[in-house]
Nanobody
Framework: QVQLVESGGGLVQPGGSLRLSCATSGFTLDYYAIGWFRQAPGKQREGLSYITKRSGAAYYADSAKGRFTISRDKADGTVYLQMNDLKPEDTAVYYC???????????????WGQGTQVTVSS
């Protein structure tokens, strides 16, 4: 079945960088766009970025634009989120998810990973 597993989270200082990975299985990236979301305690889930299925075009929310970069390795089905210049407000659980469309709307995503914690603190 379709599975997504996030990794790469951890504790990082403000201004630091992390690269998150989303390992996918059970489907091809030709048929599903992959999005990255995050949810901080007490806040709603926020869409950050997604990459489209065929062309691999990247889209970013304002909160991610300029600091975050999404990419993919179609050969092994891995999607990455490179995060630079991290700020304390980036602290959250980060999720990857798969959709048959192309959207930043969380409700259009059918499959989700279990999340990886990112903590930005001195």
């Amino acid at each position: 079945q379709v599975q997504l597993v996030e990794s790469g989270g951890g504790l990082v200082q403000p201004g630091g960088s992390l690269r998150l990975s989303c390992a996918t299985s059970g489907f091809t990236l030709d048929y599903y766009a992959i999005g990255w979301f995050r949810q901080a305690p007490g806040k709603q889930r926020e869409g950050l970025s997604y990459i489209t299925k065929r062309s691999g075009a990247a889209y970013y929310a304002d909160s991610a634009k300029g600091r975050f970069t999404i990419s993919r390795d179609k050969a092994d089905g891995t999607v990455y989120l490179q995060m630079n210049d991290l700020k304390p407000e980036d602290t959250a659980v980060y999720y990857c998810a798969a959709t048959n469309t192309a959207t930043m709307d969380q409700y259009d995503y059918d499959y989700w990973g279990q999340g990886t914690q990112v903590t930005v603190s001195s």
